[in-house]
């Protein structure tokens, strides 16, 4: 197949879980001998979509990325308020409005639009990654007329998913696919809407293995037990409670365990002398990192799937999860393979287990182990994506022959 992939970042340096997961398939795809292509933004960053990459068409791992510039960086001092009175202000917010939010959100891609007007008919399925970016909000409703549409939402319960600007966007793609049952079920609830679909999963590299003494060396760790988290550092992925949860724990239980968190430090932590933050670090460090840890830790309330999840259970290590994230519960109660929490006692009691029970700890990480062999290796994973998109496409057939039948017959 001729597949194209819209997401609103892609590059080998983007952190960003949606647009890693939207990278991996894509590259796999085109392992498995599909002309894959990726139309995306000249951007690095997503808090100010900064035009980084230069704009054209590279090769990255077999995929033909096709990158146009950003109109203009976001300014926080002006989306910040926006923000605030669009997505948390009084309702109803005047449409108009909203569609000016959604250019400050961006990455606003003035050339989106014309580039998918003049090729995507070309294509035997366009995917969209992410709902919540002006790349899907301006580009789905040009491709949805010209080619078979998937739109993998990655979405969850929050905030901006109500405004009813998105209602138009869920109605237009050929075919869904989810991440997990919690976010079809969502999307169903929100949006009333049935589409065909599949729950597609992320894939998970099931021989990665890390490497722990040098990962200990490298930053200081020692041979202290450390707890991990692995993302951004970022109040809307719950960084800051995890910090306060994790130092009252340590005022409270003085000992050697440590947090050691790894990712772009949107809003750093404070320092701390058992907090170890390593910035940004590539594939192979974060591999190593979640080698030598006790446990995972997931505290964001707002997911759609955790890949750092799944990739922690990979190497057969128990997780605490955000037990207000109806995702992270789902998947800690269908893997047998995490502890969810809800506040500090919970959180407090489960690191407390964790430290006094190691034969609970491995029995929790071969449980994840198992459950990521059966749901989450990438063959399985990209059988799945191969189905739906033959299944977009075989639908958007029949409806363009239905709509040349009925104008034939006028």
Known sequence: MRLLFVVQRYGTEVAGGAEAACRDLASRLAARGHEVHA??????????????YPEGTVEIDSVRVHRLAVSHPRDGR?????NARTVFGHKPVPLYLQHEWMRMQGPDVPELAPWLAERAGGYDAVVFFTYLYYTTWAGLPIAAGLAPTVLHPTAHDEPPIYLPLFDFTFRLPTAYGFLTEEEENFVER????????????LGVDLEARGDEASFRSRFGVGDRPYLLYVGRLDPDKGSDELY?????????????????????????????PDVICTGWVDEATKTSAIAGCLSLVQPSYYESFSLVLAEAWAQAKPALVQGHSEVLVGQAQRSAGAIPYSGFAQFEVGVEMLLAEPRMCDELG??????????????????????????????FRQATAAVTAATKAR
């Open 190 to 201: 929100r949006f009333r809407i049935k589409r065909p679909s599949a729950v597609i999963g």
């Open 39 to 52: 139309l995306t933004s000249c951007a690095q960053s997503y808090v100010d979509w900064a035009n980084t």
């Open 244 to 272: 306060g949860h994790f130092t009252a724990f340590k005022e409270r239980s003085p000992g050697p365990l440590a947090l050691v968190v790894v990712g772009e430090p949107v809003k750093p932590m404070p320092p701390h």
């Open 78 to 82: 002006f989306f910040g308020p926006m």
């Open 366 to 395: 071969e449980r994840g182990r198992r459950y990521v062999e059966r749901r989450y290796d990438w063959n399985i994973v990209l059988d799945r994506e191969e189905h739906l998109l033959r299944t977009a496409a075989h639908l």
